[in-house]
């Protein structure tokens, strides 16, 4: 299984930045995807998350309305358009799979694989 993470980069205050997850050989039919970040000495916290099954989405509320996650499943990719970045969401981005369906409960325990990672810098 491989979770490869791009688009991250340095943008200013206000900016956009679109994320890409290229997921491969998840032994699932049906599976969520989910974003997640890190901030230096925070916890990991679930940004959004989607399902391949229906493409329900979930989001936190820091990003309602900023952030959206589409999923296209047949190329196994996940994105995550994220629009008005501000400083508080400079952090380390994750993509993680798990089974079955998405939920607004993203907790990191519900999902068996991760990325390494992408950086997203909000300059102010």
């Known amino acids: 299984v491989q979770l490869v993470e791009s688009g991250g980069g340095l943008v200013q205050a206000g900016g956009s930045l679109r994320l890409s997850c290229a997921a491969s050989?998840?032994?699932?039919?049906?599976?969520?995807i989910a974003w997640f970040r890190q901030a230096p000495g925070k916890e990991r916290e679930g940004v959004s998350s989607?399902?391949?099954?229906?493409?329900?989405?979930y989001y936190a509320d820091s990003v309602t309305g900023r952030f959206t996650i589409s999923i296209n499943v047949y190329k196994k990719r996940v994105y995550l358009q994220m629009n008005n970045l501000q400083p508080e969401d400079t952090a380390v981005y994750y993509c993680?799979?798990?089974?079955?369906?998405?939920?607004?409960?993203?907790?990191?325990?519900?999902?068996?694989?991760w990325g390494k990672g992408t950086q997203v810098t909000v300059s102010s």
């Open positions: 993680a799979a798990g089974a079955g369906l998405a939920s607004q409960a993203m907790g990191v325990a519900l999902f068996d694989y």
């Open positions: 050989g998840l032994p699932y039919d049906d599976y969520a």
């Open positions: 989607i399902s391949s099954a229906d493409g329900s989405a």
